[in-house]
């Protein structure tokens, strides 16, 4: 050990015992103790955010951690680094480590209960630090909304394109689908509005059953696929792509063409009735009932059916009907994020299911990473955050996108994070055991 | 009543005659052999079977059963389980996957379960798991349970893709070259595997295999099939000594 040290640079050696030291200091906090602590950061951001942000020169609180401000006003970069120290990152850390000792001993208690229990609360609390985060300024509202349905859609599509291994191109259609059949529904029931005439039910009843709304979407969305895969799943590869690309666009111009929901000018005056909760809990949903599809046996016939269909039909796997249900799975879901993205922009328009919304999700999808829950929420919430920051940049930024997924493509062609299932009980449990193993390593290097 | 009973079947690839005339019976608890030269229609005989080929004439009974045009995870259902030339495992799933798959025929969960974990799922994926684990016992692969298979050694490979076979609880085996690309040692195990299944399973093996001395240990009667005819049916001894098989493998001895 001694000789591997003193053949190391020095600098080098000594940015890695910093490292392996933060490592060591942080081993033992459980997640519970970073949410937590990204509570309080919120807190001292509500006490100190607005003097401290006009002190540094951004003149309001950074919309998104400063990085709006990155291309706008690279000469505050300084001011939003120490912002972003003093407001985040050493509440969070200093609460992360004070509390770890505490927030161990809650994990373990809460595992005596059924995972899902200890997932709830760590989702209430993740729930807690997005609302306080979210008070302080509506575009970060918009933003964490757009975040979570993206990574709804991004999910949906892995079923299909990791999971099942076929290259589909028509969630921008599904998504229209949704967007229109959930619009439609809570516009003619809900609102008086000029098209559709007076709400057919009392409005007071319409949050109630926004859901039914969306799973309308969804379920419209089921059968727009349907459509697809009746004709594409006698073929494979290339084809499906081309197919389901078509009716990425035939649904475009169809709803171009139908003035009855205002043609290519859009449709609007949907409720406001996808707010942050709304969208949270659809989303959580969403990644468990995905989470638990996919790591059932049923699920994992998909896998099968697509590293080899031949051997998974000799072995009893049903591959038609597992491949019709993944796709009809994969589109209600779809739909059900289009309903909500018409919902939180209350308008939409047939341009905004394009081409550009497939490179989107087909990004986030390939940047995150195949066959892997995490590496959804990965690309999703990575791309999303990364288009906002470049959004300065307007049209560009789809040149700087697609270069960096040219690099994930040659550096880790699978995604960042692809072939990794979602440990649910891994990531809530207690991390104490962690300082031992991490001491123990850092021992043996 | 035999177990699998096909009568009089011929199967074209357009005007390619691919198999003529094939008949075969297999009786519950016999092992029985297909051999022939490269390309004489063995393999395309084990497709026929399984239901990845429609066969243009003949019939196909399983059980009593007619199977022609049913799917092949239908007949796989019924009890014909089959291991392939190259094996085909699903290079992305680990050991016990391969095995928890094979039992997609009963799972014994609807969409429900498999959505929403509610219902008879948790138990049926723990009596699934369990029953797959037993099934590596008997292979002697279970250590490798959570390893992804193509980490693996070949024999073991070899022995993961009979597990899968063997877990859709076939009656009848088909055995496409079981030992290609064995080495002696394995090649042994192979056998001492094969007999074993046979044996205490009482299951029906049908083996496709090159080397004679696999098909003279293990097989009471052996096909000789060339030119997708049979040539010649006997036992292991009638058939090595059969000139017209030695004129198949070997070719006619030209007189001057």
């Known amino acids: ?445 | 009543m035999a177990l699998l009973q096909i009568d009089n079947m011929t199967h074209y690839f357009g005007g390619l005659r691919a198999v003529h005339n094939y008949s075969l019976t297999i009786v519950e608890g016999q092992i029985r052999g297909l051999i022939g030269p490269n390309g004489a229609g063995k393999t395309t005989v084990f497709n026929l079977i399984t239901g990845m080929y429609k066969p243009t004439e003949g019939t196909i009974r399983f059980q009593g059963q007619d199977i022609v045009g049913r799917f092949p995870h239908d007949i796989a259902a019924m009890g014909i389980a089959r291991t392939f030339q190259n094996m085909r495992l699903w290079r992305h799933l680990t050991v016990l996957e391969h095995i928890q798959l094979a039992h997609s025929a009963n799972l014994g969960y609807g969409l429900a379960g498999a959505f929403f974990g509610i219902g008879k799922r948790q138990r049926r994926e723990a009596e699934i798991k369990e029953h797959s684990l037993h099934l590596l016992e008997i292979m002697g692969v279970r250590r490798w349970a959570d390893e992804v298979v193509i980490n693996l050694p070949y024999g073991v490979q070899r022995r993961v893709e009979m597990a899968r076979a063997l877990a859709t609880d076939p009656k009848l085996l088909l055995l496409d070259e079981p030992t290609a690309g064995m080495t002696p040692e394995e090649l042994l195990d192979m056998v001492q595997v094969i007999r074993q299944l046979n044996q205490e399973l009482g299951l029906a093996i049908l083996l496709i295999e090159h080397r004679m001395k696999v098909v003279m240990d293990l097989c009471q009667i052996v096909q000789t099939l060339n030119f997708g005819e049979v040539i010649a049916e006997g036992t292991p001894e009638e058939i090595r000594n059969n000139p017209q098989v030695i004129e198949a493998y070997l070719g006619k001895e030209v007189i001057t």
């Open chain 1, 1 to 445: 050990m001694a000789i591997q040290e003193t053949t190391l640079p020095a600098s080098k050696g000594r940015a890695r015992a910093v490292w392996d030291a933060i490592r060591r200091q942080l081993a033992g906090v459980p997640l519970l103790s970073w949410l937590l602590g990204a509570i309080v950061a919120a807190g001292t951001e509500h006490l100190i955010g607005y003097p401290l942000s006009r002190a540094v020169g951004m003149g309001t609180v950074p919309p998104i951690f400063g990085v709006t401000f990155i291309l706008k006003a690279p000469a505050i970069i300084p001011g939003i680094l120490f912002y972003a120290l003093v407001v985040y990152l050493l509440p969070t850390l200093v609460v992360a480590k004070l509390s770890a000792g505490l927030a161990n001993r809650v994990a373990a208690w809460l595992l005596r209960y059924p995972v899902w229990v200890s997932a709830l609360v760590h989702l209430g609390v993740l729930y807690a630090s997005m609302h306080l985060w979210g008070a302080l300024n509506d575009y970060r509202v918009l933003v964490l909304r757009l975040l979570l349905i993206a990574v709804i859609v991004t999910l949906s599509l892995n079923v299909i394109n990791g999971y099942m291994g076929e290259f589909s191109c028509s969630h921008p259609g599904f998504m229209a689908l949704g967007a229109y059949g959930a619009s439609v529904m809570t516009v003619l029931f809900f609102v008086n509005d000029d098209v559709f005439g007076p709400p057919l039910l009392p409005p007071a009843l319409g949050p109630f059953l926004f859901p039914v709304a969306l799973i309308v979407g969804g379920l419209v969305a089921s059968v727009g696929a349907l459509l697809v895969a009746i004709p594409s799943f006698r073929t494979r590869g290339d084809y499906l792509a081309i197919i389901s690309l078509a009716f990425t666009f035939i649904v475009k111009s169809l709803i171009e063409n139908l003035e009855v929901v205002g043609g290519p000018r859009g449709f609007m005056n949907q409720p406001n009735w996808a707010t942050l909760p709304a969208v949270f809990i659809v989303t959580i949903l969403c990644v468990a009932i995905i989470h638990n599809f996919v790591t059932s046996t049923m699920g994992k016939a998909l896998c099968a059916v697509r590293d080899d269909e031949t051997a998974a039909d000799a072995m009893t796997i049903n591959t038609r009907r597992t491949k019709m249900t993944a796709f009809l799975f994969s589109a209600f879901w779809a739909g059900v994020g289009g309903g909500l993205l018409a919902h939180v922009l209350r308008y939409v328009n047939p341009g905004n299911f394009g081409i550009l919304k497939l490179s989107e999700v087909l990004a986030m999808v390939y940047l995150g990473g195949l066959n892997s829950v995490v590496g959804s929420i990965v690309g999703a919430v990575g791309l999303q955050i990364l288009m906002e920051a470049l959004r300065p940049l307007e049209i560009l930024r789809w040149i700087i996108i697609p270069v960096l997924l040219i690099l994930v493509m040659i550096y880790r062609p699978t995604g960042l994070v692809a072939f990794t299932e979602l440990d649910v009980k891994g990531i809530v449990s207690p991390k104490d055991k962690a300082v031992d193993e991490v001491q123990h390593g850092a021992a043996a290097d």
